[in-house]
Structures are given as structure tokens and as C-alpha cells.
């Protein structure tokens, strides 16, 4: 059986999906930038927080789709639609001894758009770009998303595992 590791942190957008992060919690996450534009869009955010109760049903919808059928255009296009007109990668890359280690940073360039979901995006993005959708799973029982327990999971928990065969 597979064990979460002490420590271990679901990505962003699964905490967010499962309500396990507020929109507060999020942007003080991004609140580690080193860029002032990304800076002063936290800070703008934290005076008034967005509501964002219809874009996480929206990407609850666009995550199961793409657990259960993969990632096709529609889904390239969600993502792209936050993140395109809102957001810019910096991709560093520098040689180690151990290969090219390659460092991926988002910053706000449009802070009147819809960045802080183009940034739940590109967490996703991310996570799917390094550790793939086998892992990603929708729990049976509670409907929960987890990313911690293998390819073969369908519960997110013991206590989902064992509802399900009481039943």
C-alpha cells in the first residue's frame, strides 16, 4: 500500500479543487515572487480578494475530463484562455554535474486579468509536464482529488477505502 510521505503537500490545484486552500492561502503562495509586477498584483488581490467559486467548477469539470480521456484541444485551450494574455514563463536553465537543471517561473503581466487562475493553471500545467495524469486520480467515494498514491488508486484516503466496502 502506498503511504503519503511526512511532509508530502498535494500540488496547489488539487488543494484548491478540494477546498484545502482559500484564495488568501493562494496568493500569499505567490507571494514569494521576485518579480514587483507579480508583487503588487498579490498585494492588489489580498485588498479584494476575487471570487473564484465558478472557475474551480469549471476546473473540476476540465481535471476529470482529462483523468478520464486525457488531455485533448478543449482542455489546451481552458488553460490557455487563463494563462495566455495573463502570465509569462522564465525558463532558467543551467548545467550541474548532474545535467541541466531547468528552474520554470510564472509572473503576472496582466494584473486586470484572470491571472490568479492562469496561475492555478500553469500548477497544473507543471504537474502534468513533470510527473504526468497516471497519478492524478478523482476518489470513488468522496470525489476528492489526490496525486499521492499511484497509478492504481481509486480512493483518496483509508477512510474512503473502507465506506466503499461497507457499502
Known amino acids: 500500500m502506498n503511504k503519503v510521505k511526512p511532509g508530502y503537500k498535494e500540488p496547489l490545484f488539487v488543494r484548491f479543487l478540494n477546498a484545502d486552500t482559500g484564495?488568501?492561502?493562494?496568493?500569499?503562495?505567490?507571494?514569494?515572487?521576485?518579480?514587483?509586477?507579480?508583487?503588487?498584483?498579490v498585494g492588489k488581490a489580498k485588498e479584494n480578494p476575487p471570487e473564484l467559486s465558478s472557475f474551480k467548477e469549471e476546473?473540476?469539470?476540465?481535471?476529470?475530463?482529462?483523468?478520464?480521456?486525457?488531455?485533448?484541444?478543449?482542455?489546451?485551450?481552458?488553460?490557455?484562455?487563463?494563462m495566455?494574455?495573463?502570465?509569462?514563463?522564465?525558463?532558467?536553465?543551467?548545467?550541474?554535474?548532474?545535467?541541466?537543471?531547468?528552474?520554470?517561473?510564472?509572473?503576472?503581466?496582466?494584473?486586470?486579468?484572470p491571472w490568479i487562475e492562469g496561475l492555478i493553471c500553469y500548477n497544473l500545467s507543471l504537474y502534468i509536464r513533470t510527473f504526468g495524469l497516471?497519478?492524478?486520480?478523482?476518489?470513488?467515494?468522496?470525489?476528492?482529488?489526490?496525486?499521492?498514491?499511484?497509478?492504481?488508486?481509486?480512493?483518496?484516503?483509508d477512510s474512503c477505502k473502507k465506506k466503499k466496502n461497507q457499502s
Open 23 to 41: 484564495v488568501m492561502e493562494m496568493l500569499d503562495s505567490f507571494s514569494n515572487s521576485k518579480d514587483e509586477y507579480t508583487l503588487q498584483a
Open 59 to 82: 476546473l473540476k469539470g476540465a481535471v476529470a475530463t482529462i483523468i478520464k480521456e486525457g488531455i485533448d484541444d478543449a482542455f489546451k485551450a481552458f488553460v490557455d484562455h487563463y
Open 84 to 113: 495566455k494574455e495573463t502570465l509569462e514563463e522564465d525558463v532558467i536553465s543551467r548545467k550541474g554535474p548532474l545535467g541541466d537543471n531547468v528552474q520554470r517561473i510564472a509572473r503576472v503581466i496582466d494584473s486586470e486579468g
Open 134 to 157: 497516471d497519478n492524478l486520480k478523482c476518489c470513488k467515494v468522496c470525489s476528492k482529488f489526490f496525486s499521492h498514491k499511484g497509478q492504481y488508486a481509486v480512493y483518496c484516503s
